[in-house]
């Protein structure tokens, strides 16, 4: 059965743009709810940590650069089929592949600055929560 929740990041591009509210609106109006928040800026060892199973790609040392280019939204989001329905929502990795209406299709500046994060599977949704968070800091 799928779990219901996700993992996600609103990245320095979409923050540096102060689209943080728009992003935000849209994921409570798609009928996700906001288990835990913050508001913070990744150091480099975080960033190699969180993104460690893309260090074999060309581009992880960019994706690095990038995520630690300035503050993220970290968030737990919960709602039936989180992940999938979130995936979604936010569309295709490269905004100009993504579906009208997605928040990378209207708040993402190009394929390396999409403006989310978005977990990929259940598995990892949880283990990106818990880089993220301890347990007293999700509401029950
Ligand atoms: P996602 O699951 O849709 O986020 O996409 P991936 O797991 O394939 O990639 C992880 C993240 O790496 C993406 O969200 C982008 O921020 C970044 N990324 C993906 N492809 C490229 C690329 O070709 N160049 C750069 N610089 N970054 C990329």
Redesign the pocket.
């Known amino acids: 059965m799928a779990s219901n929740r996700t993992f996600t990041m609103i ?1 320095p591009d979409a923050v540096e743009a102060n689209h943080i509210g728009h992003i935000l609106a849209m994921i409570t109006d798609a009928g996700f709810t906001i288990k835990a928040m913050k508001f913070t800026h990744l150091s480099r060892k975080d960033a190699e940590t969180f ?1 460690a199973v ?1 260090k074999e ?1 060309p ?1 992880f040392g ?2 690095v650069d ?1 995520m630690i280019s300035g503050p993220v939204v970290a968030a737990i989001l919960e709602k039936d089929n989180a992940v999938a329905d979130f995936r979604n929502l ?1 569309g ?2 490269d905004p100009a592949e993504a579906a009208e209406g997605t928040v990378r299709k209207k708040y993402a500046e190009s ?4 403006a989310v ?2 977990s ?1 599977s259940d598995d990892n949704a949880a283990i990106e929560s818990g880089f993220h968070f301890s347990e007293r800091e999700i509401v029950g």
């Open positions: 990245k993104y893309h790609r581009f960019e994706l990038y936010i295709a990795t394929k390396a600055k999409n994060h978005g990929d």
